[in-house]
């Protein structure tokens, strides 16, 4: 068994790229959809993009054999290594939101907005390198991207993001959900909720993508798992439990890290899953409920 890649289907493969920051070797990776044509999902950060090349090749394919890359969203730790992977993927287009494209043509707005979010670990993740105009192709909502052995559909899904769509594979019934449907990482279901969330949007996104009946759920924050509308309808009820408690604390003053803290000692999982990290790997989980928790309790219903 390869330390590179597990298979999820015949034609579906998670990517481990091995992120060189402590604590995201394994928590970031990349989907490769095969057939007569090849699709990249999610490429990760700039320093992600030396592993994605590393895996691609253990697959058994050559960079120039990849015809897409497929964004379910353009935050940093999903698709922040766009512009440099094109350079070695050379016959490579970009599919994504059209809210995303500008963007990803000029990524200096989302450059400081990736600062402003998650500070220092911007630049471990690495520059984001802008995308030629002429490489990219707008994921528009039924959108079919045909690779031949499979057809790609594009779910527009705002919520975790204005700019987020799911990507789903009818003839296996595979979901790439991105960060629509939480991060399961560890054993754990997690929140995505960034600011700034909009409660209503998701709620619809997630009835969008139960209709698909999916069979496979592959999370952006990772692996590929069955029994989808089950783990769907888990982070639904989730997110409402926790949108509720969020929305109280924020009417009563609380701080953010002040729910955050209750949330850990609220729930038994939470609370024994973060009584087994190490250092590293305790700040990215922190980091990323503050973040979640800071949009639930500022978010519009």
Not at 173 to 184: E, H, K, N, R
Not at 231 to 247: G, H, P, S, T, V
Request: aromatic letters at 8%; hydrophobic letters at 35%; proline letters at 5%.
């Amino acid at each position: 068994m390869s330390e590179l890649f597990k298979e999820i289907t015949p034609h579906v493969k998670l990517l481990y790229t091995y992120t060189p920051i402590p604590a995201y070797e394994k928590y970031i990776g990349a989907y490769l959809c095969t057939g007569r044509k090849n699709a990249i999902i999610d490429p990760g950060p700039k320093t992600a993009i030396p592993g994605l090349i590393k895996a691609i090749k253990e697959v058994g394919l050559q960079p120039e054999q990849i015809d897409y890359i497929m964004l379910t969203h353009i935050h940093i730790d999903h698709a922040g290594g766009t512009g440099t992977a094109l350079k070695l993927l050379k016959n490579a287009r970009v599919v994504v939101n059209q809210r995303g494209v500008k963007h990803l043509i000029d990524p200096a707005a989302l450059t400081k907005g990736s600062i402003d979010t998650l500070g220092e670990l911007v630049s471990e993740y690495g520059e984001i390198e802008p995308v030629d105009a002429d490489r990219i192709i707008t994921g528009e909502d039924g959108k079919i991207i045909d690779l031949g052995n499979s057809k790609l559909q594009i779910v527009l899904t705002p919520g975790h993001a204005a700019h987020h769509l799911c990507i789903f594979e009818p003839a296996k019934g595979v979901l790439f959900s991105g960060d629509t449907a939480g991060i399961f990482h560890n054993g754990l279901l997690r929140l995505t909720t960034p600011p700034p969330f909009r409660l209503r949007e998701t709620l619809e996104s997630l009835d969008k993508i139960t209709a698909l009946n999916p069979k496979i759920i592959c999370y952006g924050h990772l692996g590929g798992y069955g029994d989808a509308k089950n783990r769907i309808n888990e982070f639904r009820k989730l997110l409402l439990r926790w949108y509720d408690y969020a929305q109280t604390r924020a009417k009563q003053g609380q701080s953010f890290t002040g729910v955050v803290d209750e949330f850990i000692n609220k729930e038994p999982e939470l609370n024994v899953y973060f009584a087994t990290l190490d250092k590293d790997a305790r700040k990215r989980d922190y980091s990323q409920l503050t973040n979640s928790v800071t949009g639930l309790m500022t978010a519009n219903a």
